[in-house]
């Protein structure tokens, strides 16, 4: 380009294709091939691209200065197609004042144009002589690197095509890479365009918004129609950054499931339902059906806290669930409450083991208050699901045992005085069968050892 200010509009680095034009076959006809849109006579005079015999522009384009540059390309042109382009109209302005002019077919001005690949720069000429541009971009490929040269050469027309073009077709991510190279070049309105597909409103929290609302959408209906809903967001998530954005999503959404579960317990114990006896065990037992459907969204929301590593929160309020711990163990000892709900024990022992096992696994370092309340307060309600269910199932079984196992590791990192106090109630995980705590000996151990400064184990606790 001549121009040094035009040079700022070229759009450089393209990687996308269009259609090849060697220039082995630049010999093209004497008039326009039969296919072609018809021309405007305002646009054009009697012959078409690349008539020598009515040219009277001759254009020569020159490969950027390389060690071994092919040989220039010479095209027979015409000023009223070249002239719409801005850029061709300020040039044959310039030149045809001064007569700069070759011999050829009657007298041609002679402009000499420096591109960097001759392939593009000879579509975006052809397309001066067509005031429809369908045919001639099939692909956003295409459509870029037209744009490329349209813009280098001020072609407007061409430019609002392949706008309209990029704006309505998909994009591959590295096509998406250069739409964002050339948007600095278009005009506001151009660019808006373009901008809107990849940058929404109210930028700074349109992802959080989203997050929220896919989060909502898994666990807002009813297992298992939103099992593969839950799925795909549980991806979504894994895949998504930055992770402060992640947790403050998870975050609201643990503190509204476990609100809501508090809320619905809350009813079971204090309904305000004015009526018969059947009217009001009606209302009960629904409120505490939709208490274990929403722990199983809470549950779900736990192990991804726990799984994207932003439990800190979720670990802190549940040490802060002192009430709601004992609205829990009494029912839990209610036989009504175990026979309406028989789920909702193993869903909150299960919540209460992932963010145990998050602290003794070093993955959230929660502070001693926080890892005191948290055993204090819910080691009663393992306890309690421990002696009403009998017999244990087999799976909770084991979740228990999993869920002693942690409290006992958690008690370990706490001051002598408080693991004092609270291995004592621990006594019970050892009621069942003695050989099976195995665990509760080796903290008892522990706890001796420390107390006597000696590295020796004791013999029994």
């Not at 020598?52 to 015409?78: K, N």
């Not at 001639?136 to 392949?162: N, Q, R, T």
């Not at 997050?211 to 009813?222: D, R």
């Not at 809470?298 to 670990?315: I, Y």
């Amino acid at each position: 380009m001549q121009s040094g200010a035009l040079k700022k509009r070229q759009r450089l680095g393209s990687s996308t294709n269009l259609t090849r034009i060697s220039s082995s076959n630049l010999s093209l006809p004497s008039s326009p091939p039969s296919d072609d849109p018809p021309l405007s006579s305002a646009l054009l005079r009697p012959g078409g691209f690349n008539d020598f015999s009515s040219s009277d522009v001759l254009l020569r384009l020159q490969l950027h200065p390389s060690l071994s540059p092919p040989p220039p390309i010479d095209l027979y042109l015409h000023s009223p197609p070249l002239r719409r382009s801005r850029y061709f109209s300020a040039l044959l302005s310039d030149r045809w004042s001064k007569g700069t002019f070759s011999s050829g077919g009657g007298d041609s001005l002679l402009l000499n144009l420096n591109v960097p690949a001759f392939d593009a720069h000879v579509s975006v000429l052809r397309l001066l002589y067509s005031p429809d541009f369908s045919g001639a971009i099939a692909s956003p490929s295409d459509a870029l690197s037209l744009l490329s040269v349209a813009l280098e050469l001020l072609f407007d027309d061409l430019i609002g095509a392949c706008v309209r073009y990029l704006e309505a077709v998909p994009w591959t991510e590295e096509e998406e890479r250069a739409v964002l190279s050339a948007v600095p070049f278009l005009s506001p309105d151009e660019s808006a365009v373009l901008l809107a597909r990849l940058t929404p409103d109210g930028a700074d929290d349109a992802a959080e918004e989203m997050l929220q609302g896919l989060v909502h959408a898994a666990i807002g209906g009813t297992e298992p129609k939103v099992a593969t809903v839950k799925a795909f967001v549980a991806r979504v998530l894994r895949d998504f950054s930055p992770r402060d954005t992640v947790r403050r999503v998870l975050v609201r959404v643990f503190v509204s499931s476990l609100a809501k579960v508090k809320e619905l317990l809350e009813a079971y114990w204090r309904p305000d339902v004015r009526g018969d006896r059947d009217e009001l065990e009606a209302k009960q037992r629904l409120n505490l059906h939709s208490a274990v459907a929403k722990g199983r969204h809470l549950l779900w929301v736990v192990e991804r806290m726990v799984e994207l590593g932003v439990a800190e929160e979720a670990v802190e309020e549940w040490s802060e669930q002192g009430a709601f711990a004992g609205d829990l163990e009494k029912g839990f000892r209610d036989d009504a409450f175990r026979n309406i709900a028989p789920g909702l024990p193993t869903i909150m022992m299960r919540c209460t083991c992932r963010l145990a096992n998050a602290v003794t696994a070093g993955e959230v370092l929660a502070a001693r208050q926080v890892r005191l309340k948290l055993v204090k307060d819910w080691l009663p309600v393992l306890k309690v699901c421990r002696d009403n269910v009998s017999p244990i199932p087999s799976g909770q079984k084991l979740l228990y045992q999993e869920l002693e196992e942690t409290f006992l590791r958690i008690i370990s990192t706490l001051p002598m005085s408080d693991a004092q106090k609270l291995l004592q109630e621990c006594l019970t995980f050892s009621t069942r069968n003695v050989e099976d705590c195995p665990h509760l000996v080796l903290a008892f151990n522990t706890w001796f050892r420390r107390a006597n400064g000696s590295t020796n184990n004791v013999d029994s606790a």
